[in-house]
């Protein structure tokens, strides 16, 4: 490995904005798998095991919509099997009824279910540790009534939504407990996409009533027991930073490229939240040379770096097989070799 990876603490105060470590944290790694190049792959595992991972990911077993696993009946979000023909599209059908809500909610998962924490969880090394589930509570939402239904839902069943809500908030914050009990977690993260290219899927107003409260519940129960909260969410999500800010979101991911200008955003809130800023991986880094992703690595550091941390670098989303291996090799020696750079003491 090229260097060290960050110990927990030169992480904490990062991502607290309490002094920089060596290097500006790496996560890149967490955003690709060498198993996505099929018989390239002991090529791309050799480049990205080169180079310091400074989070450790553990992702929890989250219910499925319809499937329930073997001697948990339960352990599913919707108590039905599945209707619909396989590899229909969650976001084009409605999976729950509204009219079926009080029977969901009445077998509804816990987060009592054994294999919640996987088996396989790497031991404490010292890293940073962050426990991950994917789908937060509006990607949650849509995956369970239909994209269309899901933005007609907050002004034609806003009561529905609020229960649906609590029950997920309910489920999330026992999960967190067991993460930090468990596997001795520093941070959680999940996703909530609430974004497109252009701004956000709804309103400042429909934020603040249906997603803001539960947001702040579950960020103020993360910090009680001594954690960190991220969020990742693509698109244009630059009305609701502020807010973000306010209830105390710690780590924000990916700032994303063509949706937001990095620049306004690193002038307005840096210092004030901890960018886990992303590279772009819709045109940059698979079809840029390797010199124009080492320029667009220069840059983004240039743009978010602060000597007191609140920086951290990643993809901007999971990287796909079309990544040529010297454009990934040259990310992520930027990253590393440039990082140290900006660091380096005068």
């Given at each position: 490995m090229l260097d060290r990876k960050l110990t927990r603490e030169e992480m904490i105060h990062v991502i607290e904005g309490k002094g920089g470590a060596h290097r500006i944290p790496l996560a890149i790694q967490d955003w690709i798998s060498a198993d996505a190049f099929g018989d390239r792959r002991s090529q791309y595992k050799e480049v990205l095991d080169q180079y310091p991972?400074?989070?450790?990911?553990?992702?929890?077993?989250?219910?499925?919509?319809?499937q329930a696993p073997e001697g948990y009946p339960s352990y599913r979000w919707l108590n039905k099997d599945n209707p619909f023909p396989p590899n229909t599209p969650l976001d084009a059908v409605t999976a729950l009824d509204w009219e079926d809500l009080d029977a969901v909610l009445a077998d509804f998962p816990t987060a009592d279910y054994p294999d919640l924490i996987p088996k396989d969880a790497p031991a404490d090394d010292g890293t940073y540790r962050v426990g991950l589930w994917w789908y937060w509570l509006f990607e949650r939402l849509w995956s369970l009534r239909g994209m269309e239904n899901a933005l007609c839902d907050f002004y034609e069943y806003p009561d529905e939504v609020h229960r649906l809500f609590r029950a997920l908030t309910?489920?999330?914050k026992a999960t967190i407990r067991r993460g930090k009990e468990e596997l001795g977690l520093d941070g959680i993260w999940t996703s909530d996409d609430i974004g497109t290219q252009s701004g956000p899927f709804f309103s400042l107003e429909i934020f603040r009533e249906f997603f803001k409260p539960y947001y702040k519940?579950?960020?103020d129960y993360t910090h009680e027991l001594?954690?960190?909260?991220?969020?990742?969410?693509?698109?244009?999500?630059?009305?609701?930073?502020?807010d973000f800010i306010e209830i105390g979101l710690d780590v924000l991911h990916p700032i994303q490229k063509y949706t937001m200008s990095e620049v306004e955003i690193a002038r307005k809130f840096g210092g004030q939240i901890c960018f886990w800023a992303g590279f772009d991986v819709q045109q940059i880094i698979p079809y840029g040379t390797p010199e124009e992703v080492r320029e667009e690595v220069r840059f983004m550091i240039d743009t978010y770096y602060r000597p007191e941390g609140r920086l951290i670098l990643a993809a901007g989303n999971n990287m796909t097989a079309d990544t040529?291996?010297?454009?990934?090799?040259a990310l992520l020696d930027e990253s590393l070799n440039y990082g140290l750079k900006k660091c380096a003491k005068p």
């Open positions: 991972r400074d989070i450790t990911k553990i992702t929890f077993r989250i219910p499925d919509v319809f309910d489920f999330y519940e579950i960020i001594g954690m960190h909260f991220w969020l990742h969410t693509c698109g244009n999500v630059e009305i609701m930073i502020p040529p291996l010297e454009s990934l090799r």
